[in-house]
């Protein structure tokens, strides 16, 4: 069976595990920061904060924006529920936005118009399948209504805007987040990384990360100790020293680690993604070919392909025209070893959703594309062979 996306392993990566496993440290080690650091170079960040899955990611940023209770946040209709999800568990309300039928990204025209609220705080844009939204004009929609940008960019690791930098420099945002799960760019097992060029989010998505907990931010003050029958004003030192086993809670944050087992897998993936990049790119390459001249599928996302990781590839079936349901149809290709996948239900349509008012009916070009589209999507198994 072709699985609809799968990772890519070699033994160089097996290796790079195995010897963290014989290092004696599996988690708070030297891993993690290496894999940050690796990130934020690819990507031309300031910083990256790496954590235990995209999901946990896009929560912690939308904490770090400081949205909460009583402030909505826009997204795409068409994306994986996590994007949504990150919302809610702040307390805020998502408002969908429609999409665009060329990009498959969040339709811009309608961002406008949404942004009509004093309670908008921000917006997450998704870089549907890989190809990046206009994020010069988003940028300019979110500074003219004072909003944040948190880049849902889990399936763009490697992607450039139209200016040709890299998805993820956070130059048209306050954060990004990337995914490590196995279906995406690069895996770690699960993982997920946040990248910001602004030092206070990175030191609070450090803290967030780990329960809250700081081992010495003296611009915050600190317990007051009893300590020999006194109560210092700066107890956490000692003679001028932090003392050997001061910690303090300043937030309510979780535990979000990533360990060294799972950054060491994702280092030594990191130094394959440009050769991910360019078999994905072939790959499209090949499947546009096979595909052009089928009169029941039209393709898609054909602007700035170049630009895109190529997360997924989809195609357009005209169902009607071959007489076939969806479901038929991946079935047929499922006998014959194809796997395929429909990348999204709406957010909106998920019955949790609904149950919050939300329903399919108000982005019509999103059920639209529900009802045409499927995915026939990447097999990189077939990659072994050109590394
Ligand atoms: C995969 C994905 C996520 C969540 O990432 P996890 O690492 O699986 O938690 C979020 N948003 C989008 C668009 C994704 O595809």
């Not at 995209?54 to 009583?70: D, E, M, P, Q």
């Not at 760019?185 to 030191?203: C, D, L, W, Y």
């Not at 991946?330 to 070893?337: F, N, S, W």
């Amino acid at each position: 069976m072709i699985p609809y996306g799968k990772h890519y392993l070699d033994e160089v990566d097996i290796e790079a595990v195995v010897s963290v496993l014989r290092s004696g440290s599996l988690t708070q080690g030297v891993k993690v920061a290496e894999f940050e650091k690796s990130i934020s170079e690819y990507t031309g960040s300031k910083y990256a904060v790496a954590v235990s899955s995209g999901t946990a990611a896009l929560h912690l940023a939308c904490i770090v924006a400081n949205i909460g209770k009583g402030d909505t946040v826009l997204t795409t209709a068409n994306t994986f529920v996590a994007s949504a999800n990150c919302i809610l568990y702040v307390g805020a309300k998502p408002v969908f936005v429609d999409i665009d039928p060329k990009t498959l990204n969040l339709d811009i025209d309608e961002l406008q118009k949404k942004c009509n609220a004093s309670t908008m705080k921000a917006i997450i844009p998704v870089h549907f399948s890989g190809l990046p939204c206009d994020m010069r004009r988003i940028k300019k929609i979110a500074d003219s209504n004072n909003l944040q940008i948190i880049e849902d960019a889990s399936h763009a690791l490697g992607a450039k805007y139209k200016d040709g930098s890299k998805v993820g420099n956070c130059r048209y945002s306050d954060m990004t987040v990337f995914s490590f799960h196995p279906v995406k760019g690069i895996t770690s097992g699960e993982g997920g990384v946040i990248t910001t060029n602004n030092n206070e989010h990175h030191q609070r998505l450090l803290q967030l990360r780990s329960h809250g907990i700081c081992k010495g931010n003296f611009d915050i003050p600190g317990i007051g100790f009893l300590d020999n029958n006194l109560v210092k004003p700066h107890s956490a030192m000692d003679d001028g020293e932090l003392k050997m086993w001061y910690y303090e809670m300043q937030e309510l944050g979780y535990n979000y680690r990533i360990t060294d087992i799972q950054s060491a897998l994702a280092i030594s993936q990191m130094k394959k993604i440009d050769n991910f990049l360019d078999r994905r790119r072939e790959l499209v390459a090949s499947y546009d070919k096979a595909f052009q001249s089928i009169d029941f599928i039209s393709l898609t996302q054909l602007s700035w392909r170049e630009q895109s990781s190529n997360h997924l590839y989809v195609v357009n079936i005209d169902f009607g025209k071959i007489g076939i349901s969806r479901h038929h149809l991946m079935k047929k290709l499922a006998d014959k070893g194809i796997g395929t996948q429909v990348h999204y239900i709406p957010v909106p349509m998920q019955p949790y959703y609904e149950q919050l008012g939300f329903s399919c009916e108000d982005y019509p070009i999103t059920k639209n594309y529900l009802r045409f589209l499927f995915l026939c999507i990447l097999n990189f198994q077939m990659m072994s062979n050109k590394m």
